[in-house]
């Protein structure tokens, strides 16, 4: 039997049991949230982005989770600034090119702040003249920064980005630092 982990990751905790940096004292790790031994991360979850993360003790499960060629689908909620436009949301719609290529065609659309999130410390940047407005991206691929990179070739640079749901599995009513332990 597979277990597998839903992790809300907190703003500022690496995807990582360890640190090995010269910043190690001062960063939090998974360590610092998971205490169940034998389970890896499946898929990354950058510093400073927020929200679902999986971990399992399956391997194979680690795997079809998290190579780009299963293109499990994963949703995020960006706050970007700006009024996103109709014309940007296209655009992340019909993919957005990037250094590295043209992004695969993404689900986006323009939402209200999420209800049910939490405050995250520190808060993001604001400017008093600009307006921060939110969307709901789902990509089924996983270029690095992908959804900052994106957002902001389209002109709206994301200032918090929130992981929603990858594949079947959501956040639901997890708080930043909660998990929860299911068999699969």
């Excluded at 293109?71 to 296209?90: F, L, N, P, S």
């Excluded at 991206?137 to 929603?164: D, H, Y």
Aim: aromatic share 6%; glycine share 6%; net charge positive.
């Amino acid at each position: 039997m597979s277990n597998l982990i839903l992790f809300n990751k907190p703003f500022n905790v690496l995807c990582q049991f360890t640190d090995e940096s010269e910043h190690a004292s001062d960063r939090e790790t998974l360590a610092n949230y998971i205490e169940h031994k034998g389970f890896y991360a499946a898929g990354r979850l950058d510093r400073d982005s927020e929200g679902l993360l999986l971990l399992t003790n399956d391997g194979q499960l680690q795997h079809k989770i998290s190579d780009p060629q299963h293109k499990m689908a994963k949703t995020y909620w960006a706050q970007v600034e700006g009024d996103v436009t109709r014309e940007a949301i296209k655009q992340l719609q019909k993919g957005v090119k990037l250094k590295d290529g043209l992004t695969r065609p993404a689900q986006c659309k323009k939402i209200v702040e999420p209800m049910r999130l939490w405050q995250r410390t520190p808060p993001i940047r604001v400017r008093q003249n600009i307006p921060t407005s939110w969307i709901e991206l789902t990509l089924s691929e996983g270029k690095n920064r992908q959804v900052r990179r994106m957002t902001a070739a389209v002109g709206f640079p994301t200032l918090r980005l929130i992981r929603a749901r990858i594949g079947p599995w959501a956040l639901d009513a997890l708080q930043p630092g909660e998990h929860r332990l299911i068999s699969i």
